[in-house]
């Protein structure tokens, strides 16, 4: 399936190559789409290309907060994770249990288009994550040992694409990425940890508190959207493939986002947005991380996810800014493992 949707990349890259250049009536469709709706719902990435000689930066807040254990569809109790099994060793079952985890991002974008059907995209995002745990005696009547935290934070990944315009007329718009994301992050991050036995050890934190795996991953896209009076609808399906790791690499992902658009007024537009995520386990393991966590285990990662996201986008004198709110609708996870509660995005875009 995924060999098709690299052959219908190279299709469209051929088609464009034999494409017409853009003509008067485009440019004046153009002038008419500068709207708050010119820029799709902040939390999608690379969802429009510019014009030869533009130039944007962007810096995006995002966060999300998860406070529920899940395995596949169903919510877990303490309880109910306490009786699976260890598969990293002793004690034989799981006796420490995530209660809540905060993500943080900020992420520093940049593109510049040296034509009209090429864009360029770079993006820098950092990282703080932070999770709260709760450990229990390792057998018998499993009583509470204590709480603790842990956290991590830094450079977390750096990506550069091309986007590559299919179509540009009637207000309709088509293109398509291909790129590159290096995971920078440091992947052996350590802190403090309350074992089942009471002892506070320094150990190395599970794969999902580290802010990155050392891996190249490989980026491509196709975006469609279709402008129509007050009205836009968009489309995009991305891949992130998996193309080089060190020791173990974040599961690779394909999403599709739906969004539809409304101007409210002259500078203001609302946003809906569906988006569904496919996400694998992870890949490879790291011998130093075991623990009696589900975290420790890579097969507790990923899964498939439906999210709502609602937004607004409002040009300024200078520049827009836009926010958007999530919360999914339904959760099928690789558990045990923690499930998104809400997220947001918030972010500023200025072009010249
Ligand atoms: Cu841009």
């Excluded at 469709?29 to 799709?40: F, L, R, V």
């Excluded at 902040?42 to 969802?47: A, R, S, V, Y």
């Excluded at 109910?80 to 520093?108: A, C, F, R, W």
């Excluded at 569906?274 to 991380?289: A, C, M, P, R, V």
Aim: proline content about 4%; glycine content about 8%; overall charge neutral.
């Amino acid at each position: 399936m995924y060999k098709s949707f690299y052959f219908s990349l190279f299709l469209v890259f051929s088609i464009n190559i034999s494409a017409e250049p853009m003509d008067h009536m485009d440019h004046m469709d153009h002038m008419k789409n500068h709207s708050a709706k010119m820029h799709g719902p902040i939390g999608l990435m690379g969802d429009h290309f510019h014009r030869k000689g533009e130039s944007m930066i962007s810096i995006r807040y995002m966060k999300m907060y998860m406070n529920h254990n899940y395995l596949g569809t169903n919510k877990l109790m303490d309880l109910n994770i306490l009786e699976l099994p260890n598969p990293t060793g002793m004690p034989k079952n799981l006796s420490v249990v995530p209660q809540d985890m905060d993500m943080d991002m900020v992420m520093l974008g940049g593109m510049y288009a040296p034509s009209d059907y090429i864009t360029l995209m770079g993006m820098i995002m950092l990282e703080q994550k932070s999770m709260d745990l709760r450990t229990y005696k390792p057998m018998m009547a499993r009583d509470i040992v204590g709480d603790f935290s842990t956290r991590s934070s830094g450079l977390s990944s750096i990506s550069l694409s091309l986007l590559f315009k299919i179509l540009d007329s009637d207000g309709s718009k088509f293109h398509a990425q291909l790129g590159l994301e290096n995971s920078s992050g440091k992947n052996d991050l350590k802190d403090n940890v309350l074992t089942p036995m009471g002892a506070i050890n320094e150990m190395i934190l599970p794969y999902g508190m580290q802010l990155g795996d050392k891996s190249y991953t490989l980026l491509s896209a196709l975006t469609y959207s279709k402008t129509y009076e007050k009205w836009k609808f968009g489309s995009q399906i991305k891949s992130r493939i998996n193309v080089k790791n060190d020791q173990w690499n974040f599961g690779d992902s394909y999403e599709t986002n739906l969004w539809l658009q409304r101007d409210l007024n002259q500078i203001t537009a609302w946003s809906l947005r569906l988006k569904f995520q496919d996400i694998e386990s992870i890949k490879g393991n790291n011998k130093n991380i075991n623990a009696p966590v589900q975290t420790a285990n890579p097969l507790n990662y990923g899964g498939k996810i439906l999210t709502s996201g609602i937004g607004l986008n409002i040009m300024l004198p200078k520049g827009s800014v836009g926010l958007e709110l999530y919360k999914p609708i339904s959760q099928d996870l690789h558990g045990p493992r923690m499930g998104m509660n809400w997220g947001l995005q918030a972010g500023y875009h200025v072009s010249f």
